[in-house]
């Protein structure tokens, strides 16, 4: 661990005008795959039926549920059969968690702070699942694999099970795969689940549509911090952390802090009665970690009490029934042949002026909905 901390200046970033995104050194020479795991030798020589996926996650084997989530993520038709029945068998054993999502832009410092509220986590004697959605991990490869030297003491840790963004398929689908990997994940007995999103774009309404606390870090130091942050990101958040509360940066974080609370004080009270809280702390020199924890422990009873826990997670639950019917359909569409060639030669027809978009649209869909009456 790097104890000077604040003095490494070979990075420009690390320039007193961008102190909040100063970079610390990583781990060098992470073991890629949790020891406690590595008994892949079995898998090679035995196909496991959903029964078999079914009984050892009920055990708690994370060797087996690894393998299952991987199954979610595949696109062949005979893994996503088996995924299909392991998740149906799972769901009345799932649901007993709590699932805390957390975003922030990249270098706010989540995986950091998740290795640090998650020691604190498996130290309360709870088992942790931490899954990734990344919608731009295709590029990246999974950019929580590169994290996992931010989390290097959870990546080895017995209670923790880290699994990073699949790194196929559109943000729906990605999302998709999570949601379903969660069940998995509170079957095999995971009771803390925190979902992980590089704080841009759509992703962050996926997340929230999976978690019963959203968690926004945010940075200090900057000034403009609340500019650079969409309004309906900080409606959705639960609560909204300011990372890096060390060293000179306290001050600024404290500022900050008053910011977003005035800030927050123009919004509505949300649906849930909780007003959201405003706390500074540090996650890489562990300060305030506790607190952080306390709040979502604190909305958690407070949410349970006035019955919007349950409430929330029922309309996820519908949620998610359209939200895998718009896949399924939108995938079933474009990937049908027929299709294809029509849309081809439509944009053509298009841009040569000589179809409008909404009756191409139109023939199009005809041609789609006639194969199947
Ligand atoms: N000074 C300070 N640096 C931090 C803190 N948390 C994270 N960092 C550093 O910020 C950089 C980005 O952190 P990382 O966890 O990878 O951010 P992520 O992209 O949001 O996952 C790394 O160099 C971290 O060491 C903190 O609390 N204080
Ligand atoms: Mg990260």
């Known amino acids: 661990m790097n104890t000077s901390g604040l003095d490494e200046h070979h990075h420009i970033e690390n320039g007193s005008e961008f102190e909040s995104l100063q970079v610390n050194k990583g781990v060098a020479e992470q073991p890629i795959v949790n020891p406690y795991l590595k008994d892949f030798s079995r898998f090679k020589r035995k196909t496991y039926t959903a029964s078999d996926f079914v009984e050892g996650i009920l055990k708690g084997d994370i060797a087996l549920l690894s393998q299952a989530v991987t199954l979610i993520e595949s696109i062949k038709p005979e893994h996503q059969s088996v995924a299909q029945e392991v998740i149906e068998k799972c769901l009345p054993y799932s649901g007993n968690s709590i699932r805390v999502g957390i975003t922030g832009v990249p270098g706010a410092g989540k995986s950091t702070s998740i290795d640090a509220f998650g020691m604190n986590i ?3 004697g709870c088992k942790l699942a931490v899954l990734a959605i990344d919608p731009s991990s295709e590029v990246s490869k999974g950019s929580i694999l590169g994290d996992k030297t ?5 990546s080895v840790a017995q209670n923790a099970f880290i699994r990073p963004s699949p790194s196929a398929g559109s943000l729906g689908g990605v999302a998709r795969k999570t949601r379903e990997s969660i069940v998995l994940c509170e079957a095999a007995g995971f009771d803390r689940i925190i979902i992980e999103t590089v704080g841009v ?8 549509s999976m978690v019963d606390f959203f968690l926004l870090i945010q940075l200090a130091g900057t000034g403009d911090e609340l500019q650079g942050i ?6 959705m958040a639960d609560g909204i952390v300011i990372n890096k509360a060390d060293g000179n940066n306290i001050d600024k974080a404290n500022l900050a802090k008053s910011h977003f ?3 927050l004080h123009l919004f509505p009270l949300p649906e849930s009665g909780w007003a959201p809280k405003v706390l500074t702390y540090s996650g890489y020199y562990e ?8 709040m979502i422990d604190d909305y958690i009873r407070f949410v349970k009490d006035n019955g919007y826990f349950e409430y929330r997670r029922n309309e996820q639950s519908k949620y998610w029934m359209y939200e895998t019917i718009n896949e399924r359909l939108k995938s079933n569409f474009y990937n049908d042949e027929k299709v294809q060639a029509e849309l081809k030669k439509s944009e053509e027809l298009i841009l040569n002026s000589q179809l409008s978009s909404f009756v191409a649209a139109q023939h199009v869909m005809d ?3 006639n194969e199947r009456k």
């Open 122 to 124: 498996l130290n309360e």
């Open 150 to 154: 931010r989390m290097e003491r959870l």
């Open 201 to 208: 774009g759509q992703s962050e309404t996926a997340v929230h």
């Open 230 to 235: 969409k309004r309906g990101i900080m409606e």
């Open 261 to 263: 609370e005035n800030a």
């Open 287 to 294: 300060l305030g970690i506790k607190e952080v924890w306390q």
């Open 367 to 369: 041609i789609y909905l």
